[in-house]
Protein backbone atom coordinates (compact mmCIF):
# COMPACT_ATOMS: atom_id res chain seq x y z
CA UNK A 1 0.00 0.00 0.00
CA UNK A 2 2.87 2.64 0.99
CA UNK A 3 4.49 1.16 -2.87
CA UNK A 4 1.20 2.07 -4.48
CA UNK A 5 1.21 5.31 -2.92
CA UNK A 6 4.45 6.61 -3.38
CA UNK A 7 4.05 5.54 -7.14
CA UNK A 8 1.13 7.47 -7.46
CA UNK A 9 2.89 10.75 -5.86
CA UNK A 10 6.30 10.29 -8.34
CA UNK A 11 3.65 10.26 -11.13
CA UNK A 12 1.28 13.13 -10.32
CA UNK A 13 4.73 15.40 -9.39
CA UNK A 14 7.92 13.64 -11.15
CA UNK A 15 7.19 16.10 -14.02
CA UNK A 16 6.95 19.44 -11.22
CA UNK A 17 10.29 17.89 -9.95
CA UNK A 18 12.35 17.12 -12.57
CA UNK A 19 11.31 20.84 -14.27
CA UNK A 20 12.79 22.11 -10.44
CA UNK A 21 16.11 19.62 -11.46
CA UNK A 22 16.73 20.96 -14.30
CA UNK A 23 16.10 25.07 -13.13
CA UNK A 24 18.43 24.07 -9.99
CA UNK A 25 21.34 22.62 -12.79
CA UNK A 26 21.27 25.58 -14.98
CA UNK A 27 20.97 28.02 -12.21
CA UNK A 28 24.60 26.07 -10.76
CA UNK A 29 25.94 26.29 -13.99
CA UNK A 30 25.33 29.88 -14.43
CA UNK A 31 27.59 29.92 -10.89
CA UNK A 32 24.60 31.50 -9.31
CA UNK A 33 24.99 28.90 -5.85
CA UNK A 34 28.91 29.86 -6.36
CA UNK A 35 29.63 31.34 -2.88
CA UNK A 36 32.08 33.90 -4.83
CA UNK A 37 28.36 35.50 -6.04
CA UNK A 38 27.55 36.63 -2.71
CA UNK A 39 30.91 38.08 -1.94
CA UNK A 40 30.44 42.22 -1.74
CA UNK A 41 31.51 43.39 -5.29
CA UNK A 42 33.36 46.79 -6.92
CA UNK A 43 31.27 49.04 -8.72
CA UNK A 44 32.84 50.15 -12.04
CA UNK A 45 35.66 53.08 -11.62
CA UNK A 46 35.55 52.41 -7.56
CA UNK A 47 39.12 52.03 -7.73
CA UNK A 48 41.56 54.35 -9.92
CA UNK A 49 45.60 55.36 -10.41
CA UNK A 50 45.65 59.38 -9.78
CA UNK A 51 48.60 61.36 -11.58
CA UNK A 52 49.81 64.70 -10.24
CA UNK A 53 52.99 66.62 -10.53
CA UNK A 54 53.97 65.12 -6.52
CA UNK A 55 52.75 62.01 -6.58
CA UNK A 56 50.88 58.78 -8.19
CA UNK A 57 48.56 56.80 -6.09
CA UNK A 58 45.68 54.75 -5.99
CA UNK A 59 42.53 55.99 -4.52
CA UNK A 60 39.22 54.88 -4.30
CA UNK A 61 37.71 51.42 -3.23
CA UNK A 62 40.92 49.41 -4.15
CA UNK A 63 40.76 46.57 -1.44
CA UNK A 64 40.55 43.43 -3.92
CA UNK A 65 37.16 43.00 -3.92
CA UNK A 66 36.05 41.37 -7.32
CA UNK A 67 34.47 42.95 -9.83
CA UNK A 68 31.06 43.32 -10.68
CA UNK A 69 31.36 42.73 -14.70
CA UNK A 70 33.80 41.20 -16.57
CA UNK A 71 34.21 41.96 -20.30
CA UNK A 72 32.75 38.89 -22.41
CA UNK A 73 34.20 39.22 -25.97
CA UNK A 74 32.38 36.46 -28.67
CA UNK A 75 35.74 35.68 -30.97
CA UNK A 76 34.04 36.65 -34.00
CA UNK A 77 33.50 40.95 -33.99
CA UNK A 78 33.88 42.10 -30.61
CA UNK A 79 36.95 44.27 -29.42
CA UNK A 80 37.77 47.36 -27.84
CA UNK A 81 40.02 49.86 -29.39
CA UNK A 82 42.68 52.53 -27.72
CA UNK A 83 44.69 55.35 -29.23
CA UNK A 84 48.50 54.27 -29.50
CA UNK A 85 51.16 54.64 -29.76
CA UNK A 86 50.82 54.14 -25.74
CA UNK A 87 53.18 56.40 -23.12
CA UNK A 88 56.73 54.63 -23.29
CA UNK A 89 56.73 51.50 -24.56
CA UNK A 90 60.37 51.51 -26.05
CA UNK A 91 62.70 48.48 -24.65
CA UNK A 92 60.65 46.33 -22.32
CA UNK A 93 56.98 45.62 -21.83
CA UNK A 94 54.30 43.21 -19.42
CA UNK A 95 51.02 42.28 -20.05
CA UNK A 96 48.62 40.78 -17.19
CA UNK A 97 45.29 39.84 -17.07
CA UNK A 98 42.41 37.30 -15.90
CA UNK A 99 40.95 35.39 -18.22
CA UNK A 100 38.09 32.90 -19.13
CA UNK A 101 38.22 31.31 -22.41
CA UNK A 102 36.17 28.89 -24.42
CA UNK A 103 37.74 25.71 -24.42
CA UNK A 104 39.54 24.69 -27.50
CA UNK A 105 39.75 28.12 -28.99
CA UNK A 106 42.46 30.36 -29.70
CA UNK A 107 42.67 34.50 -29.34
CA UNK A 108 44.58 37.63 -28.70
CA UNK A 109 43.85 39.25 -25.78
CA UNK A 110 45.70 41.80 -26.93
CA UNK A 111 47.78 43.62 -29.44
CA UNK A 112 49.14 46.67 -30.60
CA UNK A 113 49.68 45.85 -34.48
CA UNK A 114 53.67 45.37 -35.06
CA UNK A 115 54.91 46.45 -31.33
CA UNK A 116 53.46 43.59 -29.34
CA UNK A 117 50.78 41.42 -28.53
CA UNK A 118 49.45 38.93 -26.06
CA UNK A 119 47.11 35.30 -26.56
CA UNK A 120 46.43 31.87 -27.51
CA UNK A 121 47.74 30.03 -30.11
CA UNK A 122 47.96 27.29 -32.15
CA UNK A 123 45.40 24.43 -30.25
CA UNK A 124 44.41 26.73 -27.61
CA UNK A 125 47.12 25.77 -25.33
CA UNK A 126 50.15 28.31 -26.59
CA UNK A 127 50.28 31.76 -24.23
CA UNK A 128 52.64 33.50 -26.30
CA UNK A 129 53.65 36.82 -26.35
CA UNK A 130 54.47 38.59 -30.13
CA UNK A 131 57.35 40.95 -30.44
CA UNK A 132 57.46 43.05 -32.89
CA UNK A 133 57.60 40.53 -36.41
CA UNK A 134 58.47 37.85 -33.86
CA UNK A 135 55.84 36.03 -33.06
CA UNK A 136 56.05 32.54 -32.53
CA UNK A 137 57.03 33.18 -28.88
CA UNK A 138 55.48 31.17 -26.08
CA UNK A 139 54.80 28.01 -24.02
CA UNK A 140 52.26 25.48 -25.05
CA UNK A 141 51.71 24.17 -21.66
CA UNK A 142 48.40 26.50 -20.73
CA UNK A 143 45.94 24.52 -19.02
CA UNK A 144 42.58 24.89 -21.31
CA UNK A 145 40.35 23.56 -19.05
CA UNK A 146 37.21 26.65 -19.47
CA UNK A 147 38.07 28.16 -15.79
CA UNK A 148 39.44 31.40 -15.11
CA UNK A 149 43.26 31.80 -14.97
CA UNK A 150 45.97 34.58 -14.43
CA UNK A 151 48.21 35.08 -17.23
CA UNK A 152 51.19 36.92 -17.69
CA UNK A 153 54.02 37.83 -20.16
CA UNK A 154 56.74 40.07 -19.48
CA UNK A 155 59.45 41.00 -22.22
CA UNK A 156 63.09 42.47 -20.91
CA UNK A 157 64.49 43.00 -24.26
CA UNK A 158 66.19 39.71 -24.44
CA UNK A 159 64.01 37.43 -23.02
CA UNK A 160 60.33 37.00 -23.00
CA UNK A 161 58.63 35.06 -20.07
CA UNK A 162 55.05 33.72 -19.93
CA UNK A 163 53.10 33.27 -16.52
CA UNK A 164 49.28 31.63 -15.26
CA UNK A 165 48.35 31.95 -12.17
CA UNK A 166 51.33 33.53 -10.59
CA UNK A 167 54.09 30.47 -12.44
CA UNK A 168 56.28 30.58 -14.97
CA UNK A 169 55.66 28.24 -17.77
CA UNK A 170 58.89 29.08 -19.73
CA UNK A 171 60.93 31.85 -21.30
CA UNK A 172 62.93 32.37 -24.51
CA UNK A 173 66.01 34.50 -25.35
CA UNK A 174 65.22 37.56 -28.36
CA UNK A 175 66.45 40.56 -28.68
CA UNK A 176 64.88 43.40 -30.07
CA UNK A 177 63.06 46.47 -30.15
CA UNK A 178 59.53 47.48 -29.58
CA UNK A 179 58.87 49.80 -32.51
CA UNK A 180 55.48 51.35 -32.08
CA UNK A 181 53.99 52.08 -36.11
CA UNK A 182 51.51 54.23 -35.06
CA UNK A 183 48.72 52.05 -35.29
CA UNK A 184 45.72 51.50 -32.55
CA UNK A 185 46.03 49.31 -29.66
CA UNK A 186 43.30 46.80 -29.51
CA UNK A 187 41.56 44.48 -26.66
CA UNK A 188 40.77 41.22 -28.16
CA UNK A 189 42.99 40.57 -30.78
CA UNK A 190 46.31 39.24 -32.39
CA UNK A 191 48.45 40.98 -34.33
CA UNK A 192 48.22 40.03 -37.93
CA UNK A 193 51.18 37.93 -38.47
CA UNK A 194 48.20 35.45 -36.60
CA UNK A 195 45.71 36.53 -38.80
CA UNK A 196 43.49 38.69 -36.62
CA UNK A 197 42.43 36.03 -33.96
CA UNK A 198 40.03 37.49 -31.66
CA UNK A 199 39.56 36.69 -28.39
CA UNK A 200 36.57 34.09 -27.58
CA UNK A 201 35.84 34.01 -23.63
CA UNK A 202 35.62 36.96 -20.84
CA UNK A 203 38.42 39.07 -19.97
CA UNK A 204 39.55 41.12 -16.91
CA UNK A 205 41.58 43.23 -14.99
CA UNK A 206 44.01 43.66 -18.17
CA UNK A 207 47.14 45.78 -17.08
CA UNK A 208 49.78 46.81 -19.36
CA UNK A 209 53.56 48.11 -18.10
CA UNK A 210 56.39 49.66 -19.39
CA UNK A 211 59.11 47.73 -17.77
CA UNK A 212 59.72 43.35 -17.48
CA UNK A 213 58.36 43.15 -14.08
CA UNK A 214 59.62 40.77 -11.90
CA UNK A 215 58.26 37.27 -10.64
CA UNK A 216 57.53 38.05 -7.48
CA UNK A 217 55.50 41.30 -8.60
CA UNK A 218 53.64 38.63 -11.24
CA UNK A 219 52.95 36.46 -8.07
CA UNK A 220 51.89 39.17 -6.02
CA UNK A 221 49.36 40.60 -8.98
CA UNK A 222 47.77 36.93 -8.90
CA UNK A 223 47.46 36.49 -5.60
CA UNK A 224 45.00 40.11 -5.19
CA UNK A 225 43.02 37.95 -7.28
CA UNK A 226 40.91 38.94 -9.83
CA UNK A 227 39.79 42.28 -8.68
CA UNK A 228 43.56 43.54 -7.94
CA UNK A 229 44.67 46.73 -8.32
CA UNK A 230 47.96 47.28 -10.15
CA UNK A 231 51.08 47.40 -8.11
CA UNK A 232 53.78 49.45 -10.30
CA UNK A 233 52.16 52.47 -10.90
CA UNK A 234 55.21 54.43 -11.33
CA UNK A 235 55.58 52.32 -14.74
CA UNK A 236 52.13 50.99 -15.37
CA UNK A 237 50.45 52.79 -18.84
CA UNK A 238 47.58 51.11 -18.95
CA UNK A 239 44.30 49.73 -16.55
CA UNK A 240 41.43 48.13 -18.11
CA UNK A 241 39.29 46.38 -15.28
CA UNK A 242 36.45 46.31 -18.05
CA UNK A 243 34.07 46.03 -14.78
CA UNK A 244 31.27 47.24 -16.83
CA UNK A 245 32.72 49.78 -18.97
CA UNK A 246 36.30 50.18 -21.41
CA UNK A 247 37.62 53.09 -19.46
CA UNK A 248 41.32 53.36 -18.34
CA UNK A 249 41.95 54.06 -15.13
CA UNK A 250 45.56 54.14 -14.77
CA UNK A 251 45.93 57.84 -14.88
CA UNK A 252 46.46 58.05 -19.10
CA UNK A 253 42.34 58.23 -19.72
CA UNK A 254 43.22 55.90 -22.69
CA UNK A 255 39.87 54.99 -22.95
CA UNK A 256 38.29 52.03 -24.85
CA UNK A 257 35.92 52.40 -28.05
CA UNK A 258 33.68 48.89 -28.58
CA UNK A 259 33.10 47.70 -31.75
CA UNK A 260 30.40 44.46 -31.85
CA UNK A 261 28.55 43.29 -29.02
CA UNK A 262 30.84 43.12 -26.08
CA UNK A 263 28.40 41.74 -22.95
CA UNK A 264 29.25 42.89 -19.63
CA UNK A 265 28.37 39.83 -17.55
CA UNK A 266 27.62 39.93 -14.14
CA UNK A 267 27.29 35.75 -13.93
CA UNK A 268 31.11 34.94 -14.16
CA UNK A 269 32.02 33.74 -11.16
CA UNK A 270 31.29 30.05 -12.11
CA UNK A 271 35.22 28.61 -12.34
CA UNK A 272 37.26 31.23 -10.50
CA UNK A 273 38.57 30.31 -7.23
CA UNK A 274 40.10 33.51 -5.03
CA UNK A 275 43.82 32.39 -4.76
CA UNK A 276 44.90 31.43 -1.45
CA UNK A 277 47.13 33.81 0.67
Known amino acids: ?124 TCLRLFINSQWGLGQCSYNDNGAWHFVAGTYNGTTDTQYVDGISIGSESYTSTINADGSSFVISEFPPSSGYIPFNGSIADLQVYNTSLPPDTVKALYKEGIGGAPIDLQHLIGWWPLNGNANDYSGSNNQGTITGPIVWSASWQAGYSQPSS
Do not use: H
Not at 24 to 34: D, E, K, P, R, T
Not at 51 to 76: D, E, H, M, W
Not at 96 to 116: D, E, M, Q, Y
Open 1 to 124: MISQSAMEYLMTYGWAILAIAIVMVSLYSLGIFNLGSLQPTATPGSCQVIRTAAQTSLAGQCNNLIPKYVGYFNGQNTEITLKYPLPSVASQVSVVAWVKKVTGTSGGIVRSRLPFGFGFEDGA
